[in-house]
């Protein structure tokens, strides 16, 4: 079974600051890779995916994140934070390969809350 | 293009009340989920659907909840009899190759039953 963690609940940043958003996974198998964004009173919202190829993988918005497979992460990042940011942030894995590798496996972490402070 | 429509975007309900959701997928999308979010419980999946067809229901807590998809451009998910512990945002999603991870939301049906 696959599981994601996101290390941190809530992060405060202050406007212009970078931020990084933490999130492990664990699984036996290959995985593709997902940020999702939820802004306030609405739904989700990727913000980026990986699937295969380059390690480093940008996203809408200025934001970036980084597949370490050794280290079994993918943290999000943003060299300078705007007040629109402000959102929460869900990882998201899934299997990759043969019949698996489906949104239906799509497995969330708990989900990030970032705010960005004037 | 237009996105994933749900409505209602508010329920307010007593318990014992029968509530019904409903979401429009983007046309062309063949797979269309259902999703609950709760503080405690974060997102998880209800029901999933391909191609009209309900795929796994195993994430429906209870007999009380039950979803259908007559077409391929509608999808409801009703709730009879409502709980308190049924309050929750209500989330669809659909996506155009289920192989992928890539799920578009509709802005999601808040319900509070009282």
């Known amino acids: 079974a696959q599981s994601v963690t996101q290390l941190d609940s809530q992060v405060p940043v202050f406007e212009e600051a970078p931020v990084e958003l933490r999130c492990n996974y664990s699984?036996?198998?290959?995985?593709?890779l997902f940020w999702y964004v939820q802004y306030p009173n609405q739904g989700l919202q990727l913000l980026l995916k990986?699937?295969?190829?380059?390690?480093l993988v940008k996203g809408i918005n200025g934001f970036e994140a980084e597949f370490n497979k050794s280290q079994t992460s993918f943290h999000l990042r943003k060299p300078s934070v705007h007040i629109s940011d402000t959102a929460e942030y869900f990882c998201?894995?899934?299997?990759?390969?043969?019949?698996?590798?489906?949104?239906?496996?799509?497995?969330f972490g708990s989900g990030t809350q970032l705010t960005v402070l004037p | 293009d237009a996105g994933v429509i749900q409505s209602p975007r508010h329920e307010v309900t007593e318990m014992g009340q029968e509530v019904t959701l409903r979401c429009k997928p983007i046309?062309?999308?063949?797979?269309l989920f259902w999703y609950r979010q709760t503080m405690m419980r974060g997102l998880e999946l209800l029901i999933y659907?391909?191609?009209?067809?309900?795929?796994?229901d195993s994430g429906m807590p209870e007999d009380r909840f039950s979803a259908k998809m007559p077409n391929a451009s509608f999808s409801t998910l009703k709730i009879q009899p409502s709980e308190p512990r049924d309050s929750a945002v209500y989330f669809c999603?659909?996506?155009?190759?289920?192989?992928?991870?890539?799920?578009?939301f509709g802005e999601g049906s808040r319900l509070t039953v009282l």
């Open positions: 998201a894995v899934t299997f990759s390969g043969g019949s698996s590798g489906s949104a239906r496996q799509l497995t």
């Open positions: 699984s036996s198998v290959s995985v593709y």
């Open positions: 990986y699937l295969s190829g380059s390690t």
């Open positions: 046309s062309g999308h063949n797979s």
């Open positions: 659907f391909n191609n009209n067809v309900p795929i796994d």
């Open positions: 999603a659909s996506v155009k190759r289920e192989r992928t991870g890539e799920l578009f």
